[in-house]
């Protein structure tokens, strides 16, 4: 996440006003919690490299929830491991409509709740300190129906703001598919991601009614 510091770049030429707020909404999300959505029409190459800087420096905890296939060497920072104490890769199989079930989703939460408070009794996880990255939650939604991917959101929202911490749900490709979890109001904000340059993000806090220009991720 972006320190209030350096938002003016996501506002080249934008009112002073809308910068302040962008910044007070994002200290917000640091010290309450957050889950962000992220979408657009990129290569995995794109999304990768914003999941990276999304889940952040070697200080902080990270889990990641991948599919059986991920390397995650392609997602963590050159000098974060997935050996280490503070890391965490949770792999999904990816399955077809017809085999998946409901409970993969509910023993997916239970997972990442056991996860975060084996982090917290270990580290004591302080305001910011804890990163979640959905890699691919237009997997899960293919497999099941919506109405229990908003029940994983909820879940995921109840787990990441007991301890404030953030959470990055990546739903690759077709952003019409992600129309229902753009207007369903689980999200605290959304990133949409680009392949222009190395890759290009802008935000979009719907509460507040701000939309940022793009920068390179």
Known sequence: MSS??????????GSVDETRRFAQRLNEFKSEGCCILVTG??????????????LGESSR????VATDTTEPERILGPDISDSKSSVEVIKQPVRSVST??????????NEILNVVHRFDNAFGLSDNDLRIGVEELNQLS???????????IRSLTQTIEFVNGTAYCQFRGSTERAEYLIDSGL?????????????????????????TDWVEI
């Open 4 to 13: 209030s510091k350096g938002v003016s770049r996501f506002f080249r030429g």
């Open 142 to 152: 293919d497999q099941v129906d919506r109405q229990t991917v908003i029940r994983f």
């Open 41 to 54: 029409n990129a290569d995995n190459k794109a999304f990768n490299r914003q999941l990276r800087k999304s």
């Open 61 to 64: 905890k990270q889990i990641i």
């Open 187 to 211: 999200f605290d904000a959304r990133i949409e991601v680009r392949n222009d340059r190395q890759g290009e993000e802008r935000w979009h806090l719907p509460e507040d009614d701000i939309t």
């Open 100 to 109: 998946a079930s409901t409970s993969q989703l509910d023993r997916l939460s």
